[in-house]
């Protein structure tokens, strides 16, 4: 793959500070994981819930004007969603797809993509 | 039935653990075998997560170009934004780090009762599956004057390669004051944005080098996808110099003058200095002769496995399907691969599934600094796609949201042709 327009990196783009992460997780209160599905169930779906995220964010640290997912812990990315999902945080993208999942998907995603920088 | 490897699955999607992949396990007679037919979006992307999802299937792509150059930013490559080859991809990573069979050859037919797709060099590939992602076909008989070899003269640049080249050296050679004719399609086509994207950056590209130069759409239509943004954006980068004229205004597109680079419409016949023919479309040739679309010209689709409802245990995802509400965009092709990806997963390798996820999300750049973006969800609903949520970037968006939205499209080109073509490394 030759390097080019897609490979431009923009300094002031790259993403959320800790700080306004951790503000809003505050902000969206308390969010359960659930941890009684069976763990092969979770991987399966948690994969398949993050292919919807790969097709935006890149799994290899790459970062850009689009934040990076990964580092995070799960409860950081469960309540970022929450907060897109209730406009606390504006994202019309990530808007659609916090709307389209339920809670437990967002604790199985989030729990699938803390793992996979572990 | 269980596979055994399942506990790889997830890892393997993002490529973390992908070297426990390779080299793929012998008894290849055991396992069950997937090809894939066209290594665009849909195709690609269905090959990279079988290969993530099932270790136990054996996975073959058969593409007959070396190289994908993407749909996707190539309107600002005609605008001397970007080269080419930065929108070109090979299939190494596929090959080599995913351990899929890549052929380069056409196909030519897929026979069903005996379970073999067969190649146009004569080989014949047994299969338990078959993706099917040929993109799109040109309906040249629905454009009087139009033909294939009316494109070498007057491109139409809706595959991105010679064709994109050829009308970038054609509007390069332009002289200043020409007018450059555009013809925009009748629905449903490729990317709906596109074509009004096209205009924009062509206009940004002549205010610089061209300014006295015109930009004249005729379209097949009386309204076009997000119209009140281009508009407006039009009438704030490009005043005066972008003419639209709907099909209500011209009484429609008659005839295509190659001779004359003219395009003659019901009630008057313009002249191009430079012409850029989009013509009416329908799913890709080989849906056609194997039995694959319908009436209509495009692929029926089951919404939840993209399985043909013509044909038993052949999918159809991207351009090629009639999908309900669901556009025709690289996003959307991605989407459905996935799903479809994982459904096959689940009957041949017994892995758990959730619920499809179908989304579209188009970066459409009206200046090289002002991009809007639109997100769409979907939702299977009685043997259709239905769309479920909508959200589009407004009219009186700040200079910085905009700038901000042209920033992260760059950054989503990156993540997305690795998500699509596979990570090299990581
Ligand atoms: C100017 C322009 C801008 C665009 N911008 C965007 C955008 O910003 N965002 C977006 O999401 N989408 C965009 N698109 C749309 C996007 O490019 C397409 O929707 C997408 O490529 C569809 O993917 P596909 O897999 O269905 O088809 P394709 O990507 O066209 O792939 C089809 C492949 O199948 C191969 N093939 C065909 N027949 C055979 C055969 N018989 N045997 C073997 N192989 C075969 C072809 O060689 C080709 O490689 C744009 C399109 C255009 C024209």
């Known amino acids: ?118 | 039935m269980k596979s055994p490897t399942r506990r790889e699955f997830g890892y393997l999607t993002g490529g973390m653990t992908l070297a426990a992949l390779g080299p793929r396990l012998a008894a290849s007679e055991a396992k069950a075998k997937v090809v894939v037919v066209g290594g665009g979006i849909g195709g690609a992307t269905a090959a990279k997560y079988l290969a993530a999802s099932a270790r136990t299937i054996e996975i073959t792509l058969v593409e007959p170009n070396p190289n994908y150059t993407t749909c996707f930013f190539s309107n600002l490559y005609l605008a001397g934004l970007c080269s080419l080859e930065s929108l070109t991809h090979g299939y190494k990573t596929l090959a080599q780090r995913y351990g899929i069979n890549v052929i380069h050859d056409s196909v030519a037919a897929v026979d069903p009762v005996a379970r073999t797709v067969g190649l146009k060099s004569g080989p014949k590939l047994p299969y338990d599956r078959v993706v099917v992602a040929p993109g799109i076909a040109f309906n040249y008989d629905a454009l009087a004057g139009y033909d294939e070899a009316a494109t070498q003269v007057i491109p139409h640049a809706w595959n991105a390669g010679p064709q994109t080249q050829l009308l970038r050296r054609q509007l390069e050679s332009m002289e200043d004051g020409g007018v450059f004719v555009l013809v925009a399609p009748p629905n449903p086509f490729r990317c709906p944005p596109a074509p009004y994207e096209r205009a924009s950056l062509i206009a940004y590209y002549f205010k610089q080098y061209k300014p006295h130069s015109r930009i004249l759409i005729l379209d097949a239509k009386d309204s076009f996808n997000a119209q009140d943004l281009f508009l407006d954006a039009w009438e704030r980068h490009y005043r005066g110099m972008i003419e639209w004229l709907p099909a209500q205004f011209t009484g429609g597109i008659k005839t295509i003058d190659v001779k004359e680079r003219s395009v003659k419409t019901a009630s008057e016949t313009f002249k191009a200095a430079v012409a850029n023919v989009i013509p009416p479309q329908m799913a890709g040739q080989f849906t056609q002769q194997n039995g694959l679309a319908d009436k209509s010209g495009w692929c029926p689709v089951d919404p939840i496995t993209f399985e043909s409802k013509l044909q038993p245990g052949i999918h159809v995802v991207g351009d090629a399907t009639s999908a309900g509400d669901m556009p025709k965009s690289a996003f959307v092709a991605n989407s459905q691969a996935k799903a479809c990806a994982f459904a096959i997963a689940e009957a041949l390798a017994g892995s758990e599934r959730v619920p499809p996820r179908l989304f579209n999300t188009c970066y459409t750049h009206l200046g090289p600094d002002d991009a809007v973006s639109n997100a769409v969800s979907f939702k299977p609903v009685a043997g259709t796609i239905k769309i479920v949520d909508n959200f589009v970037s407004q009219v009186q968006e700040s200079a910085e949201t905009r700038h901000r939205t042209a920033r992260e499209a760059q950054s989503w080109y990156a993540a997305f042709v690795r998500d699509t073509f596979g990570y090299a490394a990581f």
């Open chain 1, 1 to 118: 793959m030759s390097k080019g327009i897609g490979d431009r990196k923009y300094r002031d783009g790259a993403g959320l500070s800790m700080r306004t992460i951790i503000a809003v997780s505050i902000a969206a209160g308390s969010f359960i994981i659930l941890a009684d599905r069976s763990q092969a169930a979770d991987r399966d779906g948690g994969a398949q819930l993050a292919a919807m995220c790969a097709s935006c964010h890149r799994l290899d640290g790459g970062d850009g004007g689009i934040p990076t997912i990964l580092g995070m812990s799960p409860e950081m990315l469960a309540r970022a969603m929450l907060a897109y999902r209730s406009r606390e945080r504006p994202s019309h993208i990530m808007r659609a797809i916090a709307l389209s999942l339920s809670d437990e998907e967002i604790a199985t995603v989030a729990r699938y993509l803390a793992a996979l920088n572990k």
